[in-house]
Nanobody, 115 residues
Framework: QVQLVESGGGLVQPGGSLRLSCAASGFAFHNYAFGWFRQCPGKEREWVTSIMSDGATFYADSVKGRFTISRDNAKHILYLQMISLKPEDTAVYYC?????????WGKGTLVTVSS
């Protein structure tokens, strides 16, 4: 079955960096687009960035220039490199894939940006 498992979250100071990973299994990874979303406390989940099967990428304005999405089709892993982190980036980060009419989500990884 489809599984997505995020990792790499943690506590980081403002201006710091983190790299999140999303390990995928149960489907043909290279055929699908993926997205990273985040949910801040008390807010709705919001889209952060997407990567298409051909490698094309798209970013929310709030993270453009600071976050980079990438994929390793051989390892079936999706990445999110985050630099210049801000307190407002604090959230649970989720990866998502849409397959056969269904959205599949991981359980998320918490990123806390605080001094």
């Amino acid at each position: 079955q489809v599984q997505l498992v995020e990792s790499g979250g943690g506590l980081v100071q403002p201006g710091g960096s983190l790299r999140l990973s999303c390990a995928a299994s149960g489907f043909a990874f290279h055929n699908y687009a993926f997205g990273w979303f985040r949910q801040c406390p008390g807010k709705e989940r919001e889209w952060v960035t997407s990567i298409m099967s051909d490698g094309a990428t798209f970013y929310a304005d709030s993270v453009k220039g600071r976050f980079t999405i990438s994929r390793d089709n051989a390892k079936h892993i999706l990445y999110l490199q985050m630099i210049s982190l801000k307190p407002e980036d604090t959230a649970v980060y989720y990866c998502k894939v849409h397959r056969s009419g269904v959205d599949y989500w991981g359980k998320g990884t918490l990123v806390t940006v605080s001094s």
